[in-house]
């Protein structure tokens, strides 16, 4: 990093979007808090934008037997 302000900017700087889901097949899913994850294919637009280029880390995951519940951040 060159300087604090242009790092500290980077993480929240600007509006990110947070994203919570239940996963439908969590025994086919391996994921665990610090992943990155990226949306594709989706047949709609969330929030009037294509999510094509955005990245997404995983900050929360809530198991339980045949559920899965996880949270997003995007960066």
Request: charged share 25%; aromatic share 18%; hydrophobic share 35%.
């Amino acid at each position: 990093n060159d300087d604090f302000y242009t790092y500290y900017d980077n993480i929240s700087g600007s509006q990110k979007l947070l994203v919570s889901c239940d996963v439908v097949n969590p025994e086919y899913f391996g994921i665990d808090v610090g992943d990155f994850v990226s949306f594709t294919d989706m047949p709609y637009e969330p929030f009037g934008s294509a999510w094509s280029g955005k990245n997404f880390m995983v900050t929360d995951v809530t198991r339980q037997v045949s559920k899965l519940k996880v949270k997003f951040r995007e960066v």
